[in-house]
């Protein structure tokens, strides 16, 4: 089940959720430069193309020890993805996201 953040007020803005071994979509807010994705307790896959909401991650993915954040910075206009896919590795994760603008 997809996710949408609500338009931040200010940033960074945080953000939380459960995300299973199938693909969670999370639509990102507009202005988002740089997002950190991470999980105390688990292992996630996360995805920017191939992927579809509710569906298995595909091959094309990279991986987040549990216990571990990754810092990504977004292109810019097209370049810009509008959404990104999370998944548990093993099963059931709580997501912790920071939203950074420029």
């Known amino acids: ?3 949408t953040i ?3 007020n200010f940033f960074p803005y945080f953000y939380n959720f459960t995300a299973g071994t199938n ?5 990102l807010p507009s202005k988002t430069r740089t997002l950190t994705i991470g999980s105390a307790s688990a292992a996630l896959f996360i995805a920017l193309e191939g992927a579809s909401d509710g569906a298995a991650m595909p091959s094309h993915k990279a ?3 549990s216990g571990n954040y990754i810092s990504l910075k977004l292109g810019r206009n097209k370049e810009k993805p509008r959404s990104i896919f999370i998944a548990g ?3 059931s994760a709580s997501v912790s996201m920071i939203l950074e603008e420029e």
């Open 63 to 65: 991986f987040i020890p």
């Open 23 to 27: 693909a969670v979509e999370i639509e």
């Open 1 to 3: 089940m997809s996710e």
């Open 6 to 8: 609500p338009k931040p």
């Open 89 to 91: 590795q093993t099963g």
